[in-house]
């Protein structure tokens, strides 16, 4: 595995961590952005050892699966674009409490679990 393949790793297990952390201390949107973050930085992996070269500068999850040219399956696939659509509320919230109400314990706990079992295919694929 190329060395900058497994730094984008270290950094998707650094920020699904992360996503931990802020679930743990009830900051729950933010621990939804860290999962974004942690998929996005995978996939970064993932292209960088299939293609060689550095990933593109984009924080869409969908085009850069597009990019690399694999498809998840069914069950992944719908909740990245779930994940993906979740980015902006969660990066830049029009209303804090709008998104605060979104995203409550239990929906975050699921999107932990979810994230964690994608970044667990992404590294398959490597």
């Known amino acids: 595995m190329e ?6 790793l270290r950094q998707s297990d650094y920020d699904m961590d992360t996503a931990d952390y802020m679930y743990y201390g009830s900051r729950y949107f933010y621990a939804v952005f860290m999962c974004h973050l942690a998929i996005e930085k ?3 992996g993932l292209y960088y050892e ?3 070269q550095p990933p593109p500068k984009s924080h869409s999850l969908i085009y850069l699966l597009r990019e690399i040219g694999i498809k998840p399956p069914e069950e992944h696939g719908r909740f990245i674009v779930k994940l993906n659509e979740a ?4 990066r830049y919230p029009d209303e804090l409490a709008r998104v605060q109400k979104d995203y ?3 929906v975050v706990k699921e999107i932990l679990a979810k994230s964690k079992e994608v970044v667990t295919w992404i590294k398959r694929q490597l």
């Open 3 to 8: 060395k900058r393949t497994e730094e984008w």
């Open 42 to 44: 995978s996939l970064k």
């Open 50 to 52: 299939r293609l060689g």
């Open 87 to 90: 980015s902006i509320p969660t």
């Open 104 to 106: 409550t314990e239990n």
